[in-house]
Protein backbone atom coordinates (compact mmCIF):
# COMPACT_ATOMS: atom_id res chain seq x y z
CA UNK A 1 0.00 0.00 0.00
CA UNK A 2 0.88 3.64 -0.34
CA UNK A 3 2.86 5.27 2.55
CA UNK A 4 -0.34 6.99 4.46
CA UNK A 5 2.59 9.92 5.36
CA UNK A 6 3.32 10.00 1.33
CA UNK A 7 -0.51 10.76 0.66
CA UNK A 8 -0.76 13.51 3.51
CA UNK A 9 2.26 15.42 2.90
CA UNK A 10 2.27 14.90 -1.29
CA UNK A 11 -1.62 14.85 -2.32
CA UNK A 12 -1.53 16.81 -5.23
CA UNK A 13 1.36 14.93 -6.61
CA UNK A 14 0.12 11.15 -5.74
CA UNK A 15 -3.47 11.80 -7.23
CA UNK A 16 -1.60 13.33 -10.44
CA UNK A 17 -0.24 9.79 -10.22
CA UNK A 18 -2.72 7.76 -10.11
CA UNK A 19 -4.50 9.14 -12.84
CA UNK A 20 -2.65 8.03 -15.21
CA UNK A 21 -4.44 4.62 -14.43
CA UNK A 22 -7.19 6.19 -16.09
CA UNK A 23 -10.00 4.71 -13.29
CA UNK A 24 -11.90 7.46 -11.69
CA UNK A 25 -12.98 4.85 -9.72
CA UNK A 26 -9.08 5.07 -7.96
CA UNK A 27 -9.44 8.96 -7.05
CA UNK A 28 -12.67 8.19 -5.51
CA UNK A 29 -10.97 5.41 -3.47
CA UNK A 30 -8.00 8.27 -2.63
CA UNK A 31 -10.05 10.93 -1.97
CA UNK A 32 -12.49 9.00 1.11
CA UNK A 33 -9.16 7.91 2.20
CA UNK A 34 -7.94 11.21 2.82
CA UNK A 35 -11.26 12.55 4.25
CA UNK A 36 -11.62 9.74 6.64
CA UNK A 37 -7.94 10.22 7.71
CA UNK A 38 -8.19 13.86 8.36
CA UNK A 39 -10.89 13.07 10.78
CA UNK A 40 -9.31 9.89 12.80
CA UNK A 41 -6.29 12.72 12.90
CA UNK A 42 -8.46 15.43 14.46
CA UNK A 43 -10.21 12.72 16.49
CA UNK A 44 -6.92 11.03 17.95
CA UNK A 45 -5.70 14.05 18.79
CA UNK A 46 -8.84 14.84 20.99
CA UNK A 47 -8.52 11.59 22.55
CA UNK A 48 -5.09 12.19 23.19
CA UNK A 49 -5.78 15.86 24.72
CA UNK A 50 -8.77 13.95 26.99
CA UNK A 51 -6.38 11.24 28.07
CA UNK A 52 -3.51 13.90 29.22
CA UNK A 53 -6.60 16.16 30.83
CA UNK A 54 -7.57 13.08 33.11
CA UNK A 55 -3.84 12.17 34.15
CA UNK A 56 -3.54 15.61 34.94
CA UNK A 57 -7.38 15.95 37.02
CA UNK A 58 -5.97 12.45 38.86
CA UNK A 59 -2.73 13.65 39.68
CA UNK A 60 -4.42 17.61 40.60
CA UNK A 61 -6.52 14.90 43.02
CA UNK A 62 -3.60 12.97 44.63
CA UNK A 63 -2.49 16.52 45.62
CA UNK A 64 -5.83 17.88 46.79
CA UNK A 65 -6.02 14.54 48.96
CA UNK A 66 -3.05 14.50 50.22
CA UNK A 67 -3.04 18.63 51.40
CA UNK A 68 -6.61 18.08 53.05
CA UNK A 69 -8.36 20.42 50.20
CA UNK A 70 -11.72 19.99 48.62
CA UNK A 71 -11.71 17.55 46.08
CA UNK A 72 -15.18 18.01 44.78
CA UNK A 73 -14.89 20.29 41.97
CA UNK A 74 -11.92 17.82 40.24
CA UNK A 75 -13.86 14.95 41.01
CA UNK A 76 -16.74 16.98 38.98
CA UNK A 77 -14.13 17.70 36.60
CA UNK A 78 -13.09 14.05 35.80
CA UNK A 79 -16.65 12.52 36.06
CA UNK A 80 -17.61 13.37 32.35
CA UNK A 81 -14.19 12.39 30.73
CA UNK A 82 -14.12 8.49 30.65
CA UNK A 83 -17.94 8.74 28.64
CA UNK A 84 -16.35 11.18 26.52
CA UNK A 85 -13.57 9.11 25.91
CA UNK A 86 -15.02 6.03 25.76
CA UNK A 87 -17.14 7.62 22.67
CA UNK A 88 -14.38 8.86 20.77
CA UNK A 89 -12.93 5.89 21.19
CA UNK A 90 -15.13 4.08 19.63
CA UNK A 91 -15.12 6.40 16.75
CA UNK A 92 -11.87 6.32 16.22
CA UNK A 93 -11.64 2.16 16.21
CA UNK A 94 -14.43 2.54 13.77
CA UNK A 95 -12.54 4.59 11.16
CA UNK A 96 -9.09 2.45 11.86
CA UNK A 97 -10.92 -0.60 10.58
CA UNK A 98 -12.60 1.12 7.58
CA UNK A 99 -9.05 3.59 6.90
CA UNK A 100 -7.12 0.24 6.51
CA UNK A 101 -9.16 -1.69 3.61
CA UNK A 102 -9.75 1.44 2.05
CA UNK A 103 -5.67 2.50 1.62
CA UNK A 104 -5.04 -0.94 0.61
CA UNK A 105 -7.39 -0.82 -2.10
CA UNK A 106 -5.65 1.78 -3.39
CA UNK A 107 -3.10 0.70 -6.54
CA UNK A 108 0.65 1.21 -6.12
CA UNK A 109 2.07 4.24 -7.96
CA UNK A 110 3.46 4.28 -11.26
CA UNK A 111 7.32 4.59 -11.99
CA UNK A 112 8.20 7.25 -14.35
CA UNK A 113 8.83 5.41 -17.30
CA UNK A 114 5.57 3.45 -17.36
CA UNK A 115 4.22 4.10 -20.91
CA UNK A 116 0.73 6.33 -20.68
CA UNK A 117 -1.82 4.58 -22.44
CA UNK A 118 -5.71 3.56 -22.12
CA UNK A 119 -5.50 0.04 -22.36
CA UNK A 120 -3.54 -3.53 -24.19
CA UNK A 121 -3.87 -1.69 -26.95
CA UNK A 122 -1.41 1.04 -26.30
CA UNK A 123 1.11 -1.43 -24.43
CA UNK A 124 4.74 -0.56 -26.25
CA UNK A 125 7.01 -3.16 -28.12
CA UNK A 126 10.54 -3.00 -26.38
CA UNK A 127 12.18 -5.35 -28.67
CA UNK A 128 11.92 -9.16 -30.41
CA UNK A 129 13.84 -11.99 -30.58
CA UNK A 130 14.42 -15.07 -31.98
CA UNK A 131 13.05 -15.73 -35.92
CA UNK A 132 9.54 -16.40 -36.60
CA UNK A 133 9.74 -19.49 -39.20
CA UNK A 134 7.49 -19.81 -42.01
CA UNK A 135 5.79 -23.55 -42.40
CA UNK A 136 5.04 -25.41 -45.33
CA UNK A 137 2.30 -27.17 -43.57
CA UNK A 138 -0.63 -26.33 -41.96
CA UNK A 139 0.16 -26.11 -37.76
CA UNK A 140 -2.17 -27.84 -36.08
CA UNK A 141 -3.58 -27.64 -32.12
CA UNK A 142 -1.24 -27.84 -29.99
CA UNK A 143 -4.11 -29.88 -27.81
CA UNK A 144 -4.97 -32.11 -30.97
CA UNK A 145 -0.85 -32.52 -31.96
CA UNK A 146 -0.21 -33.59 -28.03
CA UNK A 147 -3.58 -35.99 -27.97
CA UNK A 148 -2.46 -38.24 -31.39
CA UNK A 149 0.69 -38.46 -30.15
CA UNK A 150 -0.49 -40.07 -26.66
CA UNK A 151 1.09 -37.52 -24.46
CA UNK A 152 -1.99 -35.99 -23.45
CA UNK A 153 -5.30 -36.60 -22.50
CA UNK A 154 -8.13 -34.34 -22.06
CA UNK A 155 -11.23 -36.32 -21.83
CA UNK A 156 -9.94 -38.74 -19.57
CA UNK A 157 -9.32 -34.91 -17.17
CA UNK A 158 -12.27 -33.69 -17.84
CA UNK A 159 -14.12 -37.02 -16.80
CA UNK A 160 -12.57 -36.93 -13.21
CA UNK A 161 -12.42 -33.54 -12.71
CA UNK A 162 -14.76 -30.94 -15.11
CA UNK A 163 -13.49 -28.89 -17.70
CA UNK A 164 -10.30 -26.54 -17.65
CA UNK A 165 -7.90 -29.80 -16.46
CA UNK A 166 -5.72 -32.12 -17.99
CA UNK A 167 -3.43 -35.60 -17.76
CA UNK A 168 0.34 -34.98 -19.37
CA UNK A 169 1.56 -38.68 -20.22
CA UNK A 170 4.87 -40.19 -21.23
CA UNK A 171 7.68 -37.63 -22.96
CA UNK A 172 5.24 -34.79 -22.34
CA UNK A 173 5.30 -35.36 -19.08
CA UNK A 174 8.84 -35.83 -18.83
CA UNK A 175 8.94 -32.48 -20.78
CA UNK A 176 7.32 -30.67 -18.21
CA UNK A 177 10.00 -31.91 -15.44
CA UNK A 178 12.39 -30.61 -17.93
CA UNK A 179 11.08 -27.44 -17.89
CA UNK A 180 10.55 -27.23 -14.61
CA UNK A 181 14.86 -28.33 -14.16
CA UNK A 182 15.94 -26.56 -16.53
CA UNK A 183 14.65 -22.91 -15.19
CA UNK A 184 15.88 -23.89 -11.43
CA UNK A 185 18.89 -24.84 -12.82
CA UNK A 186 19.53 -21.55 -15.22
CA UNK A 187 18.62 -19.37 -11.81
CA UNK A 188 20.51 -21.43 -9.56
CA UNK A 189 23.51 -20.48 -10.95
CA UNK A 190 22.57 -17.00 -10.95
CA UNK A 191 22.37 -17.18 -6.93
CA UNK A 192 18.42 -17.99 -6.86
CA UNK A 193 17.88 -20.09 -4.25
CA UNK A 194 14.74 -22.91 -4.40
CA UNK A 195 11.64 -22.68 -2.43
CA UNK A 196 8.77 -24.83 -2.59
CA UNK A 197 5.89 -23.12 -0.44
CA UNK A 198 2.71 -23.80 0.97
CA UNK A 199 -0.25 -24.41 -1.88
CA UNK A 200 -2.53 -22.75 0.58
CA UNK A 201 -2.68 -18.97 2.52
CA UNK A 202 -4.67 -17.32 5.20
CA UNK A 203 -6.87 -14.41 4.51
CA UNK A 204 -4.36 -11.89 6.41
CA UNK A 205 -1.27 -13.54 4.19
CA UNK A 206 -3.10 -13.10 1.06
CA UNK A 207 -4.30 -9.44 1.86
CA UNK A 208 -0.07 -8.49 2.25
CA UNK A 209 0.66 -9.61 -1.25
CA UNK A 210 -2.58 -8.43 -3.20
CA UNK A 211 -6.15 -6.35 -3.11
CA UNK A 212 -7.79 -9.63 -2.87
CA UNK A 213 -10.76 -8.49 -4.22
CA UNK A 214 -9.03 -8.38 -7.88
CA UNK A 215 -8.42 -12.28 -7.09
CA UNK A 216 -11.16 -13.51 -5.15
CA UNK A 217 -13.45 -14.21 -8.46
CA UNK A 218 -10.88 -16.81 -9.87
CA UNK A 219 -9.38 -17.56 -6.32
CA UNK A 220 -10.02 -21.11 -4.96
CA UNK A 221 -11.27 -20.44 -1.34
CA UNK A 222 -11.54 -23.79 1.36
CA UNK A 223 -14.85 -23.56 2.61
CA UNK A 224 -15.35 -22.98 6.18
CA UNK A 225 -11.44 -22.43 6.56
CA UNK A 226 -9.61 -19.62 6.86
CA UNK A 227 -7.46 -20.67 3.63
CA UNK A 228 -7.61 -19.85 -0.37
CA UNK A 229 -5.17 -22.11 -2.79
CA UNK A 230 -2.56 -20.25 -3.98
CA UNK A 231 -2.70 -18.18 -7.61
CA UNK A 232 0.89 -18.10 -8.04
CA UNK A 233 4.05 -19.02 -6.05
CA UNK A 234 4.64 -15.31 -5.87
CA UNK A 235 2.62 -14.58 -3.20
CA UNK A 236 4.02 -17.51 -0.51
CA UNK A 237 7.19 -16.39 -1.68
CA UNK A 238 6.75 -12.76 -0.96
CA UNK A 239 4.31 -13.29 2.13
CA UNK A 240 6.96 -15.56 3.85
CA UNK A 241 8.94 -12.94 5.07
CA UNK A 242 5.86 -11.29 6.82
CA UNK A 243 6.78 -8.86 9.91
CA UNK A 244 10.24 -9.13 9.54
CA UNK A 245 13.70 -7.04 9.26
CA UNK A 246 16.63 -7.70 7.32
CA UNK A 247 19.89 -6.22 7.76
CA UNK A 248 21.10 -4.03 4.81
CA UNK A 249 24.01 -6.34 4.13
CA UNK A 250 21.57 -9.61 3.15
CA UNK A 251 19.92 -7.84 0.65
CA UNK A 252 19.18 -8.89 -2.11
CA UNK A 253 16.96 -12.34 -0.97
CA UNK A 254 16.91 -14.34 -4.74
CA UNK A 255 14.22 -16.61 -4.62
CA UNK A 256 12.87 -19.23 -7.54
CA UNK A 257 9.72 -20.87 -6.33
CA UNK A 258 8.07 -23.87 -8.05
CA UNK A 259 4.48 -24.19 -7.64
CA UNK A 260 1.09 -25.89 -8.54
CA UNK A 261 -1.19 -23.22 -8.83
CA UNK A 262 -5.37 -22.89 -8.81
CA UNK A 263 -7.35 -20.32 -10.67
CA UNK A 264 -10.88 -20.64 -11.58
CA UNK A 265 -10.22 -19.84 -15.10
CA UNK A 266 -13.55 -18.95 -16.92
CA UNK A 267 -13.89 -19.19 -20.91
CA UNK A 268 -14.66 -21.78 -23.38
CA UNK A 269 -13.47 -25.41 -23.18
CA UNK A 270 -15.15 -27.03 -26.42
CA UNK A 271 -13.34 -30.02 -27.91
CA UNK A 272 -11.53 -26.65 -30.28
CA UNK A 273 -10.58 -24.86 -27.45
CA UNK A 274 -9.72 -27.70 -25.06
CA UNK A 275 -5.97 -27.14 -24.57
CA UNK A 276 -3.06 -25.89 -22.48
CA UNK A 277 -4.82 -23.03 -21.71
CA UNK A 278 -8.00 -21.77 -19.37
CA UNK A 279 -6.70 -23.79 -16.67
CA UNK A 280 -7.88 -24.22 -13.32
CA UNK A 281 -4.39 -26.33 -12.07
CA UNK A 282 -0.89 -25.42 -13.45
CA UNK A 283 2.48 -25.57 -12.29
CA UNK A 284 5.17 -22.73 -12.71
CA UNK A 285 8.37 -21.44 -12.03
CA UNK A 286 8.90 -17.75 -10.29
CA UNK A 287 11.69 -15.35 -9.81
CA UNK A 288 11.03 -13.30 -6.44
CA UNK A 289 13.39 -10.45 -5.17
CA UNK A 290 13.59 -8.61 -2.10
CA UNK A 291 15.71 -5.92 -2.17
CA UNK A 292 16.83 -2.07 -1.46
CA UNK A 293 15.01 0.49 -2.48
CA UNK A 294 17.19 1.66 -5.39
CA UNK A 295 18.14 -1.62 -6.13
CA UNK A 296 14.83 -2.45 -7.53
CA UNK A 297 14.81 -0.92 -11.38
CA UNK A 298 18.18 -2.23 -12.05
CA UNK A 299 16.88 -5.79 -10.38
CA UNK A 300 13.73 -5.13 -12.67
CA UNK A 301 15.36 -5.65 -15.83
CA UNK A 302 17.96 -8.38 -14.79
CA UNK A 303 14.30 -10.37 -14.26
CA UNK A 304 13.85 -9.55 -17.79
CA UNK A 305 17.17 -10.91 -18.70
CA UNK A 306 16.59 -13.97 -17.02
CA UNK A 307 13.48 -14.52 -18.30
CA UNK A 308 14.19 -13.55 -22.10
CA UNK A 309 17.28 -16.08 -21.92
CA UNK A 310 14.88 -18.97 -20.90
CA UNK A 311 12.83 -18.72 -24.03
CA UNK A 312 15.94 -17.88 -26.03
CA UNK A 313 17.06 -21.16 -24.89
CA UNK A 314 13.64 -22.88 -26.10
CA UNK A 315 14.25 -21.34 -29.42
CA UNK A 316 11.05 -19.53 -29.62
CA UNK A 317 10.29 -15.67 -31.18
CA UNK A 318 9.35 -13.52 -28.56
CA UNK A 319 8.30 -9.65 -27.76
CA UNK A 320 8.90 -8.10 -24.62
CA UNK A 321 6.22 -5.61 -24.14
CA UNK A 322 6.01 -2.56 -21.56
CA UNK A 323 2.71 -2.54 -19.94
CA UNK A 324 1.28 1.05 -19.88
CA UNK A 325 -0.40 2.97 -17.15
CA UNK A 326 -4.03 2.09 -17.93
CA UNK A 327 -3.28 -1.99 -18.49
CA UNK A 328 -0.80 -2.36 -15.63
CA UNK A 329 -2.30 -4.39 -12.15
CA UNK A 330 -2.80 -2.75 -9.15
CA UNK A 331 0.50 -4.35 -7.28
CA UNK A 332 2.73 -2.95 -10.10
CA UNK A 333 4.50 -0.02 -10.27
CA UNK A 334 5.90 -0.58 -13.63
CA UNK A 335 5.41 -4.33 -15.36
CA UNK A 336 6.99 -6.10 -18.57
CA UNK A 337 5.21 -8.72 -20.10
CA UNK A 338 7.17 -11.60 -22.88
CA UNK A 339 5.01 -12.86 -25.38
CA UNK A 340 5.71 -15.82 -27.85
CA UNK A 341 5.02 -16.30 -31.45
CA UNK A 342 1.79 -18.64 -31.98
CA UNK A 343 2.33 -19.65 -35.75
CA UNK A 344 -1.13 -20.97 -35.55
CA UNK A 345 -2.60 -17.92 -34.29
CA UNK A 346 -0.12 -15.88 -36.69
CA UNK A 347 -0.06 -13.59 -33.51
CA UNK A 348 1.78 -13.62 -30.36
CA UNK A 349 0.57 -14.34 -26.87
CA UNK A 350 1.28 -13.61 -23.21
CA UNK A 351 3.69 -15.88 -21.75
CA UNK A 352 5.60 -14.28 -18.53
CA UNK A 353 4.45 -11.73 -16.31
CA UNK A 354 7.24 -9.18 -14.77
CA UNK A 355 6.56 -6.36 -11.98
CA UNK A 356 8.99 -4.53 -10.29
CA UNK A 357 5.90 -3.80 -7.09
CA UNK A 358 8.56 -1.55 -4.95
CA UNK A 359 7.75 -1.48 -1.28
CA UNK A 360 3.38 -1.93 -2.18
CA UNK A 361 3.66 -5.29 -0.86
CA UNK A 362 5.93 -4.76 2.05
CA UNK A 363 4.41 -1.95 3.63
CA UNK A 364 1.55 -4.38 3.47
CA UNK A 365 3.29 -7.17 4.54
CA UNK A 366 5.92 -4.99 7.29
CA UNK A 367 8.95 -6.19 5.67
CA UNK A 368 11.47 -3.94 5.81
CA UNK A 369 15.80 -3.77 6.09
CA UNK A 370 17.84 -1.23 8.26
CA UNK A 371 19.21 1.49 6.93
CA UNK A 372 21.72 3.08 8.89
CA UNK A 373 19.73 4.32 11.95
CA UNK A 374 16.59 3.93 9.97
CA UNK A 375 14.14 1.32 8.82
CA UNK A 376 12.70 1.39 5.60
CA UNK A 377 10.71 -1.01 3.43
CA UNK A 378 11.94 -3.24 1.28
CA UNK A 379 11.35 -3.53 -2.79
CA UNK A 380 9.51 -6.89 -3.96
CA UNK A 381 9.84 -7.96 -7.87
CA UNK A 382 8.18 -11.22 -9.29
CA UNK A 383 8.69 -12.26 -12.48
CA UNK A 384 7.19 -15.37 -14.28
CA UNK A 385 10.40 -17.91 -15.27
CA UNK A 386 8.45 -20.36 -16.73
CA UNK A 387 4.60 -21.14 -16.82
CA UNK A 388 4.61 -24.93 -18.05
CA UNK A 389 1.02 -25.09 -19.88
CA UNK A 390 1.72 -22.14 -21.59
CA UNK A 391 5.70 -22.61 -22.62
CA UNK A 392 4.08 -26.08 -23.48
CA UNK A 393 1.91 -24.62 -25.95
CA UNK A 394 4.44 -22.68 -27.39
CA UNK A 395 7.02 -25.44 -27.99
CA UNK A 396 4.49 -27.66 -29.44
CA UNK A 397 3.29 -24.85 -31.76
CA UNK A 398 6.52 -23.96 -32.88
CA UNK A 399 8.36 -27.04 -32.67
CA UNK A 400 6.21 -29.71 -34.42
CA UNK A 401 7.51 -31.06 -37.91
CA UNK A 402 4.71 -32.32 -40.73
CA UNK A 403 4.83 -35.62 -39.70
CA UNK A 404 2.84 -34.62 -36.39
CA UNK A 405 6.06 -34.86 -34.34
CA UNK A 406 7.38 -32.22 -31.68
CA UNK A 407 11.30 -31.21 -31.58
CA UNK A 408 12.63 -30.81 -28.44
CA UNK A 409 14.72 -27.69 -27.96
CA UNK A 410 18.85 -28.43 -27.32
CA UNK A 411 19.04 -26.74 -24.03
CA UNK A 412 16.24 -29.40 -22.96
CA UNK A 413 17.52 -32.58 -24.35
CA UNK A 414 19.78 -33.40 -21.70
CA UNK A 415 16.81 -33.04 -19.65
CA UNK A 416 14.89 -35.52 -21.52
CA UNK A 417 17.51 -38.67 -21.14
CA UNK A 418 19.12 -37.33 -24.95
CA UNK A 419 15.42 -37.70 -26.51
CA UNK A 420 15.28 -35.13 -29.28
CA UNK A 421 11.94 -35.67 -30.33
CA UNK A 422 8.12 -36.36 -28.58
CA UNK A 423 6.88 -39.18 -31.48
CA UNK A 424 3.68 -41.62 -31.30
Not at 385 to 397: F, G
Request: aromatic share 8%; net charge neutral.
Amino acid sequence: MIDPKVIRENYALVKKNLEMRRDSSIIKKLDNWVSQDKEWRILKQEVDDLRAKRNTITEEIKVAKAKGKDMKPLLEKAKSLPNEIKKKEVRLKELELENRPLLMSIPNMLLDDVPYGKDGTENVVVRKGGEISKKDFEVVHHGQVASKLGVADFERAVKISGEGFYSLKGDLALLNLALVNFAVDLLGKKGFRLVIPPAMMTKKAYEGVTDLSDFESVMYKIEGEDHYMIATAEHPLTAMHMDETFEEKDLPLLYVGYSTNFRKESGRHGLEERGLFRLHQFDKVEQIVFCKTEDSSKWHEELVKNAEEFVKAMELPYRVIKICTGDIGTVAAKKYDIECWSPREQSYFETHSLSNCTSYQASRLNIKYRKGSEKEFVHTLNATEVAIPRMLRAIIENHQTKQGTIKIPKALVPYMNGKTEIKA
